[in-house]
C-alpha cells in the first residue's frame, strides 16, 4: 500500500562520483584564477556545461555558486578599477599636457612639474579603488572556500 507521504519521506538521491569529480575539479581551477586568469575559463566550461541537469542533484547549486561568484567578482574588479582610472586620470593628463606642450621630453634638460593638487585630491579615490579590488579578491577566496567545505560535506549552497 503506497501513501502519498512515502514519496516526500523517500532520501535524496545522490549524485553520481562524476559530477563530484567535475564540481571538485571547478572549484580548484576557479580558486587558482584567484591568482591567473586562464584556469577560470577552465571552471566557466565545466559550469556552464554541468548547470541544470537533473543527475547532478544538489551539485547544481554548486555551479550556480561558481558562476555567480565569478560574475560578481569580476563586476566589482571592473568597478573598482574604474574607481581608481577616475583617481588616477587627473595626475596622467597633467603629465601628458606637460609633456605635450614642452615637445622636448626626449632630452636631458625636460623637466616635469609635478602639480601636487590633483595627486592630493585624487589619491583617496584610487586608494578606495585599490583596497575595493583587494577586499573582492579576499571575498572570491571565501566564496571558493565556503563553496568547497559545502561540497565535501555533501550539502547544497544557496
Not at 581608481?84 to 593628463?93: T, Y
Request: glycine letters at 6%.
Amino acid at each position: 500500500m503506497s501513501t502519498p507521504f512515502a514519496a516526500a519521506s523517500a532520501p535524496p538521491t545522490v549524485p553520481p562520483t562524476r559530477e563530484f569529480t567535475a564540481a571538485w575539479i571547478a572549484y580548484l581551477t576557479m580558486a587558482l584564477s584567484a591568482i591567473l586568469l586562464w584556469p577560470a575559463l577552465i571552471a566557466l566550461v565545466i559550469c556552464y556545461s554541468k548547470r541544470g541537469r537533473p543527475e547532478a542533484g544538489f551539485i547544481d547549486s554548486h555551479h550556480r555558486w561558481i558562476l555567480r561568484s565569478f560574475w560578481y567578482s569580476q563586476l566589482w574588479f571592473l568597478l573598482f578599477f574604474i574607481l581608481i582610472m577616475i583617481g588616477v586620470w587627473p595626475v596622467l593628463e597633467d603629465i601628458a599636457r606637460q609633456v605635450v606642450n614642452t615637445g622636448d621630453w626626449g632630452s636631458e634638460s625636460f623637466v616635469l612639474n609635478i602639480n601636487w593638487g590633483p595627486i592630493f585630491k585624487t589619491v583617496g579615490a584610487a586608494m578606495i579603488g585599490g583596497l575595493g579590488i583587494v577586499a573582492t579578491w579576499f571575498w572570491f577566496l571565501y566564496r571558493m572556500a565556503r563553496g568547497m567545505i559545502a561540497l565535501a560535506d555533501a550539502r547544497a549552497l544557496p
